[in-house]
């Protein structure tokens, strides 16, 4: 079992430009979560997938950001139109289902937006 | 207002202190976990607990529910424990997390 994997790990961008982060949850995990963290803000929930479908998006910036899961086994954060502001790690978890069980985090993706 | 509150938000010990870290919470949960992280690292889960008492190795974590909080004890505290302990909460869906406690242990 490798965990959750993100890719990539790193990702500089030039401000305006696009940034798409994978991620690759727990074979098996019906749930998908993303999330942001920066130091000034701490953890910050974007958005949730169950069954692939799209359950809550309450945290995600209303322009500019979108999520997708087209499969079972990847998921997809999409930033269009990079700005400075959005540099963060930003960090997919899964959790097997609903019932409350554990949520497990890949490493992250930095992305850097300068 | 802030939905998890951690305490303290930094704490040192000497090698081998015991560290009681604590979580208290505004929202409706059935589920809280701890998480440890290093500067730079993954995110990884140390506890979940959704309610009484939840032992692994030096760690345990007491969670009542209805007073909303939870707590986590380290004992026996060594250097690399250092690093931030997060609690986070669920109300069924989204994970809710707390500010940390930055944890420093010292020789």
């Known amino acids: 079992n490798a965990g959750v994997i993100q890719t990539p790990r790193h990702k500089v961008t030039g401000k305006g430009q696009e940034a798409t982060l994978w991620c690759e949850p727990i074979?098996?995990?019906?749930?998908v979560f993303w999330y942001r963290q920066t130091i000034v803000q701490g953890l910050e929930f974007l958005t949730y997938f169950r069954n692939q479908a799209p359950i809550d998006d309450s945290g995600m910036p209303k322009e500019r950001f979108s999520a997708q899961m087209p499969n079972q086994s990847h998921s997809t954060l999409k930033i269009q139109s990079t700005q400075p502001q959005d540099s963060a790690v930003y960090l997919c978890a899964s959790r097997r289902d609903r019932t409350n069980t554990e949520v497990f985090f890949g490493k992250g993706t930095r992305l850097t937006v300068v | 207002e802030q939905q998890v509150q951690q305490s303290p938000a930094s704490l040192v010990l000497q090698e081998a202190e015991n560290a009681e870290l604590q979580c208290s919470f505004s929202?409706?949960?059935?589920?809280v976990q701890w998480f440890y992280q290093r500067p730079g690292g993954r995110l990884v889960s140390l506890l979940y607990?959704?309610?009484g008492t939840k032992q692994s190795g030096r760690l345990t974590s007491t969670t009542v529910i209805k007073e909303r909080r939870s707590s986590l004890h380290i004992s026996s505290s060594q250097i690399t424990d250092s690093g931030t302990y997060l609690c986070?909460?669920?109300?069924?869906?989204?994970?809710?997390f707390g500010s940390g406690t930055k944890l420093t242990v010292e020789p």
């Open positions: 986070a909460l669920s109300n069924y869906n989204v994970l809710y």
């Open positions: 607990n959704p309610s």
């Open positions: 929202i409706f949960t059935n589920q």
């Open positions: 074979s098996g995990h019906s749930a």
